[in-house]
Every structure is written in structure tokens, then in C-alpha cells.
């Protein structure tokens, strides 16, 4: 009462009784828990009351009440009419009473709903004073994230709950001006065993008792955050591995026809063109060598929903072609329509020059073999027509009407062996008599012929490398490889020309073996055959050594010459490239390996030895035809004949007539046991035997080797009767030189 004392008297006298007391009373409930009660009145006349009330407003409320009770009974002493506006006054201040309780009622409910839902929220949350950093409030949620107890949490300080690296950035972030809630973004907070993990801070900032302070939600989200870390290094590493691919990488929209993104490799495998240069670029034409190549594509995309292995030709930004491998997955479901396509492409030009060239040399072994097959079986057969017809001739006279038709099939049994010899060297399965040789001396050997053959209005020019290396060859097909390629040479210059031959030294490095497979690397002796004539149209260029392929008239060329070239030169163990543009000549470069050895010399045939006595020979052939003929003639040239049908049959044949046999006759490819492992076989059972083999070809290369370097002699389908007469006498010559050596006392060395 003595707040209410102190107050002045006011005075009454001038109070209308129509006059009314309005009081307005309002309760403002804080998330604090606290009350404040404005009141205003208004008296006209006493105005000090109103403004005293103001003043104050931090009365409790009961006082509140006291003072205005007090009040009223000063005023019911002074009149009536003040009685009945006190009546009124304190009527209204009951009601005010009342609703002021609901009020403060329902304040306390909100406090307490606030209250549980800051304890029980399951999100860490606390309260600090911006100014000390002192918390002040903490719910369950941050004790158990934090680990502390409430007495320990209550003592820290807001910058305690951070590692000491991130104090200063927090501090930073603190003086910060703004009212109300933010977001603080991600910070590494630390808990009371030193363990930390990423917090996601949500902050509402607010003042209470007169300090600001901030109220924290912190959610730990370690687990989202490495997640998301793992995904931006996953983003990040796939980004490196595309942008450093070797091959293109691109999304492209068939539909629309453009390039959506790109990695460098796919830029640079188009020529350099900028980003805006790309995104600008329409695939139909300005990319595909073929427009169609896009709806080829499209097509296939929805036919397979996938891109596998699609070959096709782009042009680079200078309008170079290059040859391209493609495989692609579109981003639409199978049953959708496809339109954006994840693109892998990979330059194979080189590879695809690498392919063709592959292929041309398999088609020319498949031809080859078949061409080879066909010709032994045909050498086989014209051996039969061959001995046959000699054998009639030697009854027939001259004037015999039967003697002209038997020479026709004579003359035409050579020209049949002409063609199936061009054909075995084409399939390289002839029979070579390789020796150690200097290129020079076999070019200039060949000269005189070759200037017969090219006619006098080509001027013939040579160059010979010097200090060439040697190279192992049969001097015999090269020759006819340099005869071959200057008749071609001829026939491209029908009005003259000049055509150049040149020998020199040649080292292939990797790089050149690698752009010319399947050419190895190392020292060479190149051949260069070069005319002026009308060139080769590239479109049939890589066809040029197809067997019977000609761009001659015909009858004026078979189409194996330059397969025959190819033959001899693959056979010898060397690599041959044209080089050729219409209008500009031919250039053949051949090429064969060098060896260190000394060129051997020629031996010059001599006397055949006459052979005393009668001679028995073996013959062991599987075709019954070639062995009756073979037996007739060499029966007719003088010699006992025995026969046997295979390997195997001549094994028993020669164990049974050992001391017998002169000469075994022997065909290399035969069922069974063929010529070349007959031979070893009879070797161990008469080391001295003498061996004469024949055959149309051979496929075993290394026995072929081995043949030729013991001096066998060997005798080449078809033949005829006097080129079996001279082989058989040769063989039984090297047997009696071989025997007389034997026999020869040795000399001894005398000492002077």
C-alpha cells in the first residue's frame, strides 16, 4: 500500500457522471516465462493517474487490484454518482480479473508445451549468450550426441564444443548481424572424447534479460555428408577418367542432330574444334562423311537399343576423313523412343588400313593354297599325259599320221605345266633352290634379256647401291620376278617412257613396320622398280595382286603376272609395296632380308658319269597312273623297276630287296608316310642309300629346306622322259661320286 500511498490524491469534483471508465489489460506471455501488465486509463480530468500506472507497469498484479479497489472506495465517499461509476469500474475490472486468469492459464500452457518441446526434441539443441558464449539452456538430445552430463555441458562455452581449428571461423561467423532464424550451414563439431563429426547448424537468434543470445539446433549428419563427399569424389574421378580417356566420349541427340557434351579426346579426334565449334555442329553433314549414316544409327539404336561396334567415316575439322569405331547406350527405356545416346568412338584408321591389308594378304593365302592344291593335282595328271604321249612317240614314225595329234598334246601338256608352274609360285609352294646371292649381280645378269623384252623406245636406267648387302634368293625367280615387273612396266608406257631399276641398303625401323604390317623390322635389300607409265587407279590398287586379275585387253594378258611376283617375293621371305597414282608411273619396292654369308658360286654342271651295270630302282608313288608311266620309261631307259604304293609299302619293299636297290624314286606328299620321313626312315636301315625326289609342290617348307641343302637331287612335276632320264643319272652319278670319296685312302700330313 505504500506504492499505492505515494500516488497524489486526485480530486473528483469535475467527474461526469456520463463519463465512462474504459481499461484496457493485455498479458504478453514470453518463451522466457515472464509477464509484463500494460494498463491505460483514462479519466479526462486526472490525467496523473494514468501516467502513474504506466510508470508502474512492473506492479504485480494482485497490487494492481489493491490500487484500484483503493481507488474506488475513495470515490464511493465523495457521491453517488461516483459510487455508480466505481460499481461499473470494479464490474469491469472482474471481468478484466477473469479473462487476465484464462490468460496467464493458457500462458502456462504454452510455457510448458515450449519447455517440453524444447527438452524432448530429438534433434541436439541449446542456448549460448552471443556475448560470454555461456550456454545457458540444453535439451537431452545434445547431452546424448555430446556426450557430457547437464552440470558439464552448462559450464562450457560455445566454442568449447568445436576443434581449436574451427574456433576462429566460428567466432567470425558470430558477429554476424541478423535477427531471427538462419541457417549456419555444415561445421565439424566435437564431442567430450575428443571424437568429431559434421553438424548441421540451424541457429535462431533472439534477446532475453537484455543480452542476445542464440538458440541451436545442431543435427548430426556425418553420415549424409560422407555420402555426399563420396559422390563428388566419385563425380570428380569419373570426370578425370572421361576427360583423360584415350577415345571419344560424347552424348549426342540423333533427333536433334548435334553433340550435347564432349570430352577433349573426342575435340582433338574431330581436329581441334572449340566448344561453342562443336555444340554448333550438325552430325548429317557437317560430321558423317555419309549423311545416311545418322539414320543408320537411329536405326539401329531402336533395333538394339545399343550401339555395337558401328564402323563409319567422319571428317575432321580440316576435311580429313578418318575411319571411326563406335559403340553407344541411349538414356531412354527399351520402350521408349531413343533419342539421347551416350556415344564411345575410337579412331581405327590406322587399324582399319592394318585390317585391309590383313585381309588382302589372307585372300592371297586362301587363293594361294587353293591355286597350289589345284596345281599338284593337275601336275599330277600331267605327268601321266606327258609320259604317256612320249612313250607313243618313240613307236610312232615321223610320218605317222598319229605323230602330229601327239605332238599337239605334248605342246599343249608344256603349256599346262607353264601355267600350273605360274600357279605354284603364286601360292608359294614351289620348289625354290634359294642360295646366298648379290642383288646387283643378279640385276646385271638380267639386263641383257630385259632390254630385248622392253623394246627400244623405253630408255632403261639402273642404279646399283654400293657396298650391298647379300641376300639368300633364287637367282632364277628373281629373274623372273624383274621380268615380270618390266613387262607391266611395258605395257603402261605403249608410247615410250623410261623405267628405272635400283638395288640399295634399307633399315625398317618399328615406326614403318608398324604402318606396314606385316613387315618386321630390320636390315634389308630393297629392289625399286619404277616406270613412268600410266599409273594405278587407287580404287583397284590393293587388287593388283589378285591371281587372273587384269586391266588389259583380252588376250593380251592372263592376270598372273603380278601375282606370281607377289609369290616369289613372299616365298623368298620379303615384302613387297607398290606405290602409284594415275598419270605419275609405278613404283615397286621389294624387299629381302640380308645375311651375313658369303655369295656362293655357281657350280657348272658337268659330264653325267656313265653308270656301270644294270640298276634297280624303287619307285614308291600313290597315284597307280604316274607309277605304270614311270615304270614304262625308265623300264625303256634300261633300269629294273620295283614298285611300291606308299611310305610304308617301300619300308617293306626295301628291307626286302636291301642289297638290290640303287635308287629309291620317291613322290614327297603321299598318304601315310611321305617322301621326306621315308627317307629318314630308310637311313637308319641303309645309311648309303641314294634318294630322287619328285613332286608338284611341297607344303613342308623345312623337309624342302633340308632336300635341297644335302645336294638331293630333285626332279619337278611335270616332267618329261629325258628330264627323268637326266635326274635318275645324276642321282646315281652323286651316289658313285659320294661312294669313290668313301672309298679314297686318306693323305696323310707331311711335315717339312
Not at 556475448?131 to 540444453?138: M, N, P, R
Request: charged share 25%.
Amino acid at each position: 500500500m505504500s506504492i499505492v500511498n505515494g500516488l497524489p490524491a486526485p480530486s473528483f469534483s469535475k467527474l461526469a457522471y456520463s463519463r465512462s471508465l474504459p481499461l484496457l489489460a493485455g498479458l504478453v506471455t514470453m518463451g522466457a516465462g515472464f509477464s509484463v501488465l500494460y494498463v491505460h486509463a483514462t479519466f479526462g480530468h486526472v490525467p496523473g493517474l494514468a501516467a502513474q500506472l504506466l510508470t508502474h507497469a512492473s506492479i504485480a498484479l494482485p497490487m494492481t487490484f489493491g490500487l484500484i479497489a483503493g481507488m474506488g472506495v475513495r470515490l464511493m465517499q465523495k457521491s453517488d454518482a461516483g459510487r455508480r461509476d466505481l460499481l461499473i469500474a470494479n464490474q469491469e475490472l472482474e471481468r478484466i480479473n477473469q479473462q487476465l486468469k484464462i490468460e496467464a492459464q493458457r500462458a502456462h500452457q504454452s510455457e510448458e508445451r515450449v519447455r517440453l518441446l524444447f527438452a524432448n526434441n530429438p534433434y541436439p539443441m541449446w542456448v549460448f549468450d552471443c556475448g560470454t558464449l555461456a550456454i545457458t539452456e540444453v535439451n537431452e538430445a545434445a547431452l546424448r550426441q555430446y556426450g557430457y552430463t547437464r552440470e558439464e555441458f552448462l559450464v562450457l562455452r560455445a566454442a568449447d564444443l568445436r576443434p581449436p581449428e574451427e574456433v576462429p571461423r566460428f567466432l567470425a561467423r558470430l558477429r554476424d548481424q541478423y535477427e531471427g532464424y538462419r541457417w549456419r550451414g555444415i561445421w565439424v563439431h566435437r564431442r567430450k572424447d575428443g571424437s568429431t563429426f559434421q553438424a548441421e547448424i540451424c541457429a535462431f537468434r533472439f534477446e532475453s534479460d537484455g543480452s542476445v543470445r542464440d538458440l541451436v539446433l545442431a543435427q548430426d549428419v556425418s553420415a549424409r555428408f560422407n555420402a555426399e563427399e563420396a559422390v563428388r569424389d566419385s563425380q570428380a574421378a569419373l570426370k578425370f577418367m572421361v576427360d583423360n580417356a584415350p577415345f571419344g566420349i560424347c552424348s549426342a541427340s540423333l533427333k536433334r542432330d548435334c553433340l550435347l557434351e564432349f570430352n577433349p579426346a573426342a575435340a582433338e579426334m574431330l581436329g581441334g574444334y572449340t566448344r561453342e565449334e562443336m555444340l554448333s555442329l550438325r552430325l548429317s553433314t557437317q560430321v558423317f562423311a555419309d549423311p545416311n549414316d545418322r539414320h543408320r544409327l537411329l536405326e539401329e539404336v531402336e533395333r538394339c537399343h545399343r550401339i555395337n561396334a558401328f564402323e563409319n567415316t567422319v571428317l575432321r575439322k580440316d576435311g580429313k576423313p578418318i575411319r571411326l569405331r563406335t559403340w553407344g547406350v541411349p538414356r531412354s527405356e527399351p520402350d521408349e523412343e531413343p533419342d539421347v545416346v551416350n556415344i564411345y568412338s575410337q579412331d581405327v584408321t590406322e587399324q582399319s588400313t592394318l585390317e585391309q591389308q590383313v585381309r588382302q594378304v589372307q585372300k592371297l593365302e586362301a587363293v594361294g593354297r587353293l591355286a597350289g592344291g589345284i596345281a599338284h593335282d593337275f601336275n599330277n595328271i600331267l605327268v601321266v599325259i606327258r609320259l604317256s604321249t612320249e612313250l607313243m612317240l618313240r613307236n610312232v614314225s615321223l610320218d605317222n599320221p598319229l605323230s602330229k595329234p601327239l605332238l599337239q598334246v605334248l605342246n599343249a601338256s608344256d603349256r599346262a605345266a607353264a601355267l600350273t608352274r605360274q600357279l605354284l609360285a603364286f601360292g608359294r609352294q614351289q620348289v625354290m633352290q634359294s642360295r646366298t646371292v648379290n642383288l646387283n649381280t643378279l640385276v646385271a645378269d638380267t639386263l641383257k634379256l630385259l632390254r630385248r623384252t622392253i623394246g627400244e623406245d623405253i630408255q632403261l636406267v639402273t642404279h646399283f647401291g654400293e657396298d650391298l648387302h647379300n641376300t639368300r634368293l633364287d637367282p632364277d625367280q628373281l629373274a623372273q620376278v624383274i621380268m615380270n615387273l618390266a613387262i607391266n612396266a611395258r605395257d603402261a608406257m605403249p608410247s615410250g617412257g623410261t623405267l628405272t631399276i635400283e638395288t640399295r641398303n634399307a633399315t625398317l625401323d618399328e615406326s614403318y613396320a608398324k604402318a606396314h604390317g606385316p613387315v618386321q623390322a630390320g636390315r634389308y635389300v630393297m629392289l625399286v622398280v619404277t616406270d613412268t607409265g600410266c599409273g594405278i587407279d587407287k580404287a583397284i590398287l590393293p587388287r593388283i595382286f589378285d591371281p587372273f586379275f587384269t586391266t588389259k585387253e583380252v588376250g593380251k594378258g592372263t592376270g598372273l603376272g603380278l601375282s606370281i611376283v607377289y609369290g616369289i617375293v613372299k616365298q623368298s621371305g620379303g615384302y613387297i609395296w607398290v606405290y602409284s597414282e594415275p598419270g605419275h608411273g609405278t613404283s615397286f619396292k621389294l624387299y629381302f632380308p640380308v645375311t651375313e654369308a658369303a655369295p656362293e658360286i655357281t657350280r657348272e654342271r658337268g659330264e653325267l658319269l656313265p653308270v656301270a651295270g644294270e640298276k634297280t630302282l624303287l619307285v614308291v608313288e600313290d597315284e597307280a597312273e604316274i607309277r605304270q608311266n614311270l615304270r614304262e620309261c625308265l623300264k625303256q631307259l634300261g633300269y629294273r623297276v620295283l614298285e611300291a604304293v606308299d611310305g610304308i609299302d617301300a619300308l617293306e619293299v626295301f628291307a626286302a630287296h636291301r642289297r638290290e636297290i640303287d635308287l629309291v624314286l620317291t613322290d614327297l606328299v603321299m598318304p601315310r608316310v611321305g617322301g621326306h620321313e621315308l627317307s629318314a626312315r630308310l637311313a637308319q636301315m641303309e645309311p648309303s642309300v641314294s634318294m630322287l625326289f619328285m613332286s608338284g609342290y611341297t607344303e613342308n617348307t623345312a623337309a624342302r629346306r633340308e632336300i635341297l641343302s644335302k645336294d638331293s637331287v630333285f626332279l619337278t612335276k611335270p616332267f618329261s622322259v629325258a628330264d627323268l632320264s637326266e635326274a635318275v643319272q645324276r642321282a646315281l652319278t652323286l651316289q658313285a661320286l659320294r661312294h669313290a670319296e668313301a672309298m679314297a685312302p686318306a693323305c696323310e700330313e707331311v711335315q717339312i
